[in-house]
């Protein structure tokens, strides 16, 4: 007669190893109490969605401020899925929002005595410890064919039955050791299943950290632990690493809730700690009036790569996450305005059970809000560092005069309330190509922003040809203002808004028209930062040279 030692021995010819020795591997970490061990563990199948990011950012924050340890798997065992280069990237776009890992998977290396990080690496481990399972009866060969399967699936749905193989639709479960010893020896195809102890019946008291104490159903699915590629499935590999790497908390997405009791069942059948377990509500949207999930398929927000490819600054995402991630979060920083998001602490109780609506308004106006703060020299660092990447142009023409641009950026920044120009990097090229002579040259005359329907070309050119015979290099703007006031008196403009809407028969217009022409003739458009700035930044001699062009050019 053979015993499932037999059978597990069979199996696993080669493997010697017991889950002690695996212990002694992989000991236990010295870390002091309280300390958190969490990852990220993502799949290389492509972008890095938003939610991911956020999860990180929340697994990250979490292992910092308890002085814990947070480190990245790679769980690569999905091969027919996998997209090659696709984990490097995850890493690159995660060390842009400065979150960096104390150990793991690091795309061209590991760091940590855990490893390896990468799971299509860590077979034999996972072979220990399927081999323990079979022998102590608690995973067995499952020799169903794929037709057998749909087939009872399509019997199930078809009588509004559960879908799933477990119980009396487990075919293999029941076999004996001898039987599938001589199954095995015959060389008949099979995967190894875990043979689940439960019933959906009952139900298991679990703790979230996010959502309190839930009552589940306990599971009683004899789910899939190692596939015929000898891979093990994501149930089997994650529980096995998360044990031997000394996860404490593991955040996920929410929709992985309902197989928690999959989850602590192989935990128990290990005969394992199981860890703490934080389900994370999804990103929502609205669409058409309803909720729902942030979308890979429909947005391209839901990609991280939207944001770093647009230009928007990776604080202005980070502190918009923050938003989303404790209900307190916007409090403290109205409070704490100068301080980093190091000194605020991410607590459970404040994440919020309901997913988040995505407010991409509040991202722009976050980015601006951070970009404005900046001093000059260290934005054009940011976007030069941006162009070189993804605008070869902008780039070029920064380092044609890197001081010329600085000054540019410098425009009404260094003030109590500094202007809100740009949202993201990408927005900088269009805003200053003003700034720039042969650019300037190139934009056609009809698309210059002049009001038409109350000034026509002779009345423009009559005030542009005026404020010529009066315009001077000064290095006051009250001295500058003082000639575009003298010239609007000079034309019949009236020098006081005011007293224009009280008398508007009595002249052509006031002076913010004559600031708007001579603003239109100099940058070609009727809304810009600082005029005597600009003229400043450019140059006296280039600027009358624009306005001698259009006096021209209207004609």
Known sequence: MKTWNDVANLIFPNINETIEDLNKRFPKRNLKEGALVTRFAPSPTGFLHTGSLFTTLLCYRFAKQSNGIFYIRLEDTDQKREISGSGDLLIKELERFNIIPDEGYLGDKEVGNYGPYKQSERGHIYDICIKELIAKG?????FCTQE???ALREEQERNKIRTGYYGFFAKYKQTSSDDAYKLVSEGKPYIIRFRSNGSFLNKIKVHDEIRGDLELSENDLDIVIRKNDNLPTYHFAHLVDDH???TSLVMRGEEWLPSL???IELFEAMGWEAPKYAHIPAIMKMDNGNRRKISKRKDPEAAVS???ENGYPKEGLIEYLFTIANSNFEEWRNENKDKNLEDFTITFDKISKDGALFDM??????SKEYLARLDASTLENQILDWANVFNKELEERILSDKEYFKNILNIERNIEKPRKDYEKYSDVKEATRYFYKDIYDGIDINSYQFDHERFDNNLIRDVLSTYLTKFSDVNSEEE????VKEVTNMVGFCDNVKEYKKNKEAYKGHVGDIASMIRISITSKSQTPNLFAIIKV??????????NHVIEALK
């Open 138 to 142: 608690r995973a067995y060969p499952c």
């Open 148 to 150: 057998e399967l749909d």
């Open 244 to 246: 031997f790497m000394g």
């Open 261 to 263: 009791p999959i989850h």
């Open 306 to 308: 939207y944001f770093i």
């Open 361 to 366: 308004e509040k991202i722009k106006f976050l």
């Open 480 to 483: 500058w203002f003082n000639t």
């Open 538 to 547: 450019i140059g006296f001699d280039e600027a009358k040279r624009r306005i």
